[in-house]
T-cell receptor, first 117, second 114 residues
């Protein structure tokens, strides 16, 4: 069965601190995709990144970076020098297009990040 | 601007009433989705459609119905058979119907049953 675990329910940091959001996934499929989405208070989810299971390279985009480690089934997300605008709920998600009950996107329960000035 | 438009943003319903949530997209995407979000929970898939005139049940389809008569539109009806309909509903679309692509989301509709 496919599963995504975001163990951190809520995190609170002060502006300019670095913060890492953890994501652990479970799947027996060898081909899969991992995602991170941001949900600001306005409600819509915003796509941040997609990684396929064959690409373990870490990625950096501005203050955001992602660490994908197949050995630990983790896809962690780090925000460097956090800002108040980073306050949101962040979701990690897993897609296994060739397996699973329907091949749909499985979301974790989300981590609520609060960045205080 | 291209995007997903959901309406209404807030909706109140009495028990026993059906309600329909609207979702329109002008992104020319083939695939559209409806998700339900409950407090402290991830998103759960209700229905999805990979092409016009076709749709599939997701993980929690009971008590819901959809139609896909036009590429741009994917309305969701919450029927009186849905036991606990109070939730935040999100519509999404994707250019890739295989569940592996980026999803574009609307701003959601919050349904409260009185």
């Amino acid at each position: 069965a496919q599963k995504v675990t975001q163990a951190q329910t809520e995190i609170s940091v002060v502006e300019k601190e670095d913060v890492t959001l953890d994501c652990v996934y479970e799947t027996r499929d060898t081909t899969y995709y991992l995602f991170w989405y941001k949900q600001p208070p306005s409600g819509e989810l915003v796509f941040l990144i997609r990684r396929n299971s064959f690409d373990e390279q870490n990625e950096i985009s501005g203050r955001y970076s992602w660490n994908f480690q197949k050995s630990t089934s983790s896809f962690n997300f780090t925000i460097t020098a956090s800002q108040v605008v980073d306050s949101a709920v962040y979701f990690c998600a897993l897609s296994t297009p060739y397996g699973g009950s329907q091949g749909n996107l499985i979301f974790g329960k989300g981590t609520k990040l609060s960045v205080k000035p | 601007d291209g995007g997903i438009t959901q309406s209404p943003k807030y909706l109140f319903r009495k028990e026993g009433q059906n309600v329909t949530l609207s979702c329109e997209q002008n992104l020319n995407h083939d695939a559209m989705y409806w998700y339900r979000q409950d407090p402290g929970q991830g998103l759960r898939l209700i229905y999805y459609s990979q092409i016009v005139n076709d749709f599939q049940k997701g993980d929690i389809a009971e008590g819901y119905s959809v139609s896909r008569e036009k590429k741009e539109s994917f309305p969701l009806t919450v029927t009186s058979a849905q036991k606990n309909p109070t939730a935040f509903y999100l519509c999404a679309s994707s250019i890739d119907p295989s569940h592996t692509g980026e999803l574009f989301f609307g701003e959601g509709s919050r349904l409260t049953v009185l």
